[in-house]
């Protein structure tokens, strides 16, 4: 039995109420869009289920519509693939048009204006999902750790736990003795001073603390990124691993560059970095 073969094998467990298998970004929403996790793991076991599902499904619009519309809407960096959803017949064209950026846009606004697609979307759909607060630590064993390999899911609870503390007579557990150092960042909001050099660690008392700071705010410069995605990275970098692993969409990243006042050439500098449609 070949791959495809298991997955119609098993497409029935999987099916809920209305028959459906839920979307991706449904199913994994801390999972970006163009992780490896989509090609290895449960995340390319998910797709291989979607895929077979979708060519079950009806082709006409109007059910194709209703599908989508029983489940939450998906991050704007998924628009190709609800189009694609939407319009099966046009699935992999690539006829090479010197408009596509311009074509590509027109669908995305389409679909925004069918509340089908959403900024931000992703966060919203796995704190509904969550019962109550589960710990980072219970996944990871140290902040570099969580901050290097769980980003994006790290900062899904650094936004829910900084939306529990401000709203008041919350307090936390106490941290395991390799997170000590992020204790403070996670009681208070206040990540406190932290080393640039140690870029990792920095990120992950950030991420307790409920805001991530941009480099320009603890006065780095654009020449202090180099472009390393090693453990033993400086903030700059950690920074970069950040945006690509939460941006969704270039509306975030727009609000966040005017939220910290970026400057000119950092502003260039992140556009370069989160290529976002």
Known sequence: MDWKESCRARLREHLDPH????????????????????RMGAGEDWLGLWGVFLEQLAPDLETRIAYLRRHPPAPVSWADAVHDVLYPDESGDDDGDEDEPAAAAQRRAALLEQGLIAPDAAFTTW??????VRWPWERSETPED??????????FWSRQVAALRSAGGWTPPVV????????????????????????????ARFLCAGHVKAPWELGLEVADF???FE?????????RLWGISVLDDESQLRRYLEATRAPPEWRAWAEEQFPLE
């Not at 704190?127 to 109550?132: A, C, F, H, P, V």
């Open 231 to 239: 453990d033993d990275m400086g903030y700059v970098d950690a920074f």
């Open 146 to 155: 969580a901050a290097r390999h769980d980003t994006r899911g790290f900062w």
């Open 226 to 228: 180099t472009d390393s």
């Open 19 to 38: 028959g459906d298998i839920a979307p991706p970004w449904e199913r994994f929403p801390d999972h970006e869009r163009h992780t490896i996790g989509w």
């Open 127 to 132: 704190l509904g999902q969550q019962k109550g």
């Open 176 to 203: 395991p003795g390799r997170w000590r150092a992020c204790a403070r960042a996670l009681e208070s909001g206040d990540a406190g001073p932290v080393d640039p050099r140690q870029g990792l660690s920095a990120l």
